[in-house]
């Protein structure tokens, strides 16, 4: 397996701008996590889905992200407007099942100017 | 919800000396901790796990702990290298939940 999948690899974007990332989990794998990466926050949990269904998005910022999960072997997370405290590295996971490693795509680096 | 604190937030330990990384959790129905290093602009990885029916776990120079009555546990590192040089983050998640909450992350610097 190539492991989570996640493009793009980065993206530059005008404020205002929607920007939309999408990730490919493992397949096989029924969890499914978006993280945003900064240096002041560290790596918060934004969404998880399980079994397609999200499960806990008390993470997600502002009604400007928005997340989802068509299928089991894609999901994108959507922000619009963007915004330049937007910029990050976001994270995609995903895991086999509870209390299991967490397997990370390469992320997305977002920069919103 | 749970919480995670992790401290030092920087480390620097000589080549070959120890290194070891606490974390703290909030959440006492927490059972799985695992330990992930992230290389300077890479993706975060597993290097270790132990849960909650286990008090020490070891492969090779990394060891991790746990004390569920004080609920802290800790990442040790003996015989430390250059190719230590990482972040690493603690986690805690717990049952009837498939999410990790993560601490802040630990900069280790190891010096030759």
């Known amino acids: 397996d190539a492991g989570v999948i996640q493009s793009p690899r980065h993206e530059v974007t005008e404020m205002g701008q929607e920007v939309t990332l999408r990730c490919k989990p493992i397949?096989?794998?029924?969890?499914l996590f978006w993280y945003r990466q900064t240096m002041m926050r560290g790596l918060e949990l934004l969404i998880y889905f399980n079994n397609n269904v999200p499960i806990d998005d008390s993470g997600m910022p502002e009604d400007r992200f928005s997340a989802k999960m068509p299928n089991a072997s894609f999901s994108t997370l959507k922000i619009q407007p963007s915004e330049p405290r937007d910029s990050a590295v976001y994270f995609c996971a995903s895991s086999l099942q509870e209390s299991t490693e967490a397997f990370f795509g390469q992320g997305t680096r977002l920069t919103v100017v | 919800g749970e919480n995670v604190e992790q401290h030092p937030s920087t480390l620097s330990v000589q080549e070959g000396d120890s290194a070891v990384i606490k974390c703290t959790y909030s959440d006492s129905a927490s059972n799985y901790f695992p330990w992930y290093k992230q290389e300077l602009g890479k993706r975060p990885q597993l290097i270790i796990d132990?849960?909650?029916?286990?008090g020490e776990k070891k492969d090779q120079r990394i060891a991790v702990t746990l004390n569920k009555t004080a609920k802290h546990f800790s990442l040790h590192i003996t015989e430390t290298q250059p190719e230590d040089s990482a972040v690493y983050f603690c986690?805690?998640?717990?049952?009837?939940?498939?999410?990790?909450?993560f601490g802040t992350g630990t900069r280790l610097k190891v010096l030759a």
């Open positions: 986690a805690a998640s717990g049952p009837g939940t498939y999410k990790y909450i």
């Open positions: 397949s096989g794998h029924n969890s």
């Open positions: 132990i849960r909650s029916n286990v």
